[in-house]
């Protein structure tokens, strides 16, 4: 079956941390460039971030950029995001995708 499973997401205060896991299964993890995209309440899908399929190539959105790290472990099926220096904006459901393929998401809120 081929899908992705994100996990990771929960609430956490501005400034604070947390690091999203995303586990694929049902095709070749190593072979594909994989990102993560966010949707927060009532907006669009936002992409946030891409690496490539060794993992040497990574690519940001201007909004995260300096706070957020993708990175992955193909031996493991496994897409990351540590996200630093948390904002109230990065509040957002938060996707890994491969094409037209994206998990259920996780939930990440950030509140005082």
């Known amino acids: 079956q081929v899908q992705l499973v994100e996990s990771g997401g929960g609430l956490v205060q501005p400034g604070g941390s947390l690091r999203l896991s995303c586990v694929a299964s049902?095709?070749?993890?190593?072979?594909?460039?994989i990102s993560w995209v966010r949707q927060a309440p009532g907006k669009g899908l936002e992409w946030v971030s891409r690496?490539?399929?060794?993992?040497?190539?990574?690519d940001y959105a201007d909004s995260v950029k300096g706070r957020f790290t993708i990175s992955r472990d193909n031996a493991k099926n496994t897409l990351y995001l540590q996200m630093n220096n948390l904002k109230s904006e990065d509040t957002a459901v938060y996707y890994c995708?491969?094409?037209?393929?994206r998990g259920q998401g996780t939930q990440v809120t950030v509140t005082s």
């Open positions: 049902g095709f070749i993890f190593s072979n594909y460039y």
């Open positions: 995708e491969k094409g037209s393929l």
């Open positions: 690496i490539s399929s060794d993992g040497t190539i990574t």
